[in-house]
């Protein structure tokens, strides 16, 4: 099975962390992954995004051209992306900062007010785990542990970031279940 996931949003989000933790998680699971970031201006406020997949099988190309699954943390990136997602797909928003209603019913939405969550641990840069936390709560993908070593290795030496971000998985996690 492939699963093919695009995360969008402004530079400074977490966008490209959360792709390359998901990513680096499924390769520990010994499952086949890509992730192909784009940036460059983005990162001073426009729209950064990237493409993960996730497969059992060998993966052809890395770009995306309709994902089963769509993060988007702010309004541009769920304008540009939204069009592209799945019938039947995954849309999981950032409802802090995106307000509009979703008009499309062939999609499985959940909406993640992720400044608020992020509040409650007290940091805002926390908002991509908390997502990435709903996101395993939501799906199969990868294991909640095989997160938790990717973000270790990602973060290797910052133990305060590292229990910082495991709260913030947990956090997204227990959203969705109460919701």
Known sequence: MKTQIIVAGFGGQGVL???VILANAAVLEDKNATWLPSYGPEMRGGTA????IISEEDIGSAVISQPDILIAFNHPSLEKFLPRLKKNGLLIINSSLIKE????????LVSLPLVELAAKIQNQKTINIIAMGALLELTELVKTSSVVDSIKQNFKDKQDIIELNKKALELGREHVKKN
């Open 49 to 52: 995004n990237c493409h993960v």
């Open 101 to 108: 209603e979703i008009i499309r019913k062939d999609i499985k």
């Open 17 to 19: 962390t959360l792709g």
